[in-house]
């Protein structure tokens, strides 16, 4: 087969005639046995994307389009357990100050149902403490600084009896009072 070009146009010899075709990427006549299809990765494996092109200008297929493969689902569960967490103790009311000097407070409040123990706060500017594991509904803070502002406040703890999680929780602690100790 003898073809001779001529710029863009090519001469087809009339001895030896050949089918032609238009590359559909460049538009350019091509000879038909020189076309192929253009294929791409689509979903799991190779697919014609619909255009006919010359074996030169054909791209190769990406293997980053090839979707990642999937992990099995695990194994479900015989018996599964649900996180529970422990019902937080209620916030205690009715904190009052019963007597104060100028070193020390001593507060009192209400009592709460299903309560071990309680957990007294206070700060001021330059202190701020704390004090666990009290039973009594009243406690006496010591060793304060007279002329000064103190805000105190309560919060109460329980035991949490399942034996996976043998540990106390604490309320939220209650709205602070506010005392200014007198100077000596």
């Known amino acids: 087969m003898s073809i001779r070009y001529r710029g863009r146009i090519p001469i087809v ?21 020189d076309m192929i ?21 054909a791209d190769q297929p990406n293997p980053q389009l090839i979707p990642p493969r999937l992990k ?36 009192t409040w209400d009592f709460v149902q299903n309560v071990q123990s309680y957990v007294v706060g206070w700060n ?23 002329s000064n502002t103190y805000d105190i406040y309560v919060a109460s703890t329980a035991n949490d009896q399942t034996p996976e999680m043998a540990q106390f929780s604490t309320s939220a602690f209650s709205e602070p009072i506010s005392i200014t100790l007198p100077s000596s």
Request: cysteine-free; hydrophobic content about 35%; charged content about 15%.
């Open 13 to 33: 010899d009339p001895n030896d005639p050949q089918s032609w075709a238009k590359d559909d990427i460049t538009g350019l006549p091509v000879m038909h046995p």
């Open 37 to 57: 299809k253009q294929m791409e990765y689509i979903g799991n494996g190779l697919a014609w994307t619909g255009m006919m092109v010359h074996y030169k200008d």
């Open 72 to 107: 099995v689902d695990p194994v479900p569960i015989d018996n599964p357990r649900y996180l529970q967490f422990p019902e937080l103790p209620a916030i205690p009311t009715g904190l009052t100050i019963s007597s104060f000097t100028s070193t020390s407070v001593t507060i």
């Open 124 to 146: 001021s500017n330059y202190v701020t403490g704390e004090a666990t594991n009290i039973v009594p509904l009243t406690y006496t803070i010591i060793d304060l600084s007279p």
